[in-house]
């Protein structure tokens, strides 16, 4: 399996938080960071600029749903707070956006060990605004990934 890991933080030693992301992910398999990593305006005017890149992970075939799962708890691990609200500024953010031939959208409810505001998690892929975010695409184009968004 071959996922586009989007990366971004805007609180705190953000360079570290990213390398604490791609070491988090590490653990899920073989990870290739992208070269580009972009400085952008925290789009909701909340918090301090973003750093952003993207990961390719490669691994073992892994349901996308425990994917997200792994995701959200390589955050937690990272101190990332979603109970300030949707855009809040945060120490870590990993978006999935893209998983190899994979295409849809997947509902289930949380499991009880993560601790998030919603009882449903969703997933869509590709990512549905992966397109229209320059910190997503440039470093998916440093990595010569873009077909995976296809």
Request: glycine share 8%.
């Amino acid at each position: 399996m071959r996922a586009i890991i989007a990366l971004g933080s805007n609180l705190g030693n953000r360079q570290a938080h990213l390398e604490a992301g791609l070491t988090g992910l590490c653990v899920l398999g073989a990870v290739t960071a992208s070269p580009l990593i972009m400085e952008t305006p925290d789009e909701s005017g909340l918090g301090p600029a973003y750093l952003n890149t993207v990961a390719l992970l490669e691994a073992e075939a892994i349901d996308p749903r425990r994917l997200l799962e792994a995701l959200f708890r390589i955050e937690l691990a990272q101190g990332r707070d979603r109970s300030t609200g949707r855009n809040a500024p945060r120490t870590l953010d990993l978006d999935l956006i893209a998983i190899e031939g994979m295409r849809g959208t997947w509902r289930w409810p949380r499991p009880e060990d993560l601790v998030l505001p919603w009882e449903e998690l969703v997933l869509h892929l590709p990512h549905p605004r992966a397109r229209q975010r320059d910190f997503v695409m440039k470093p998916i184009e440093a990595l010569d990934l873009d077909v995976l968004l296809s």
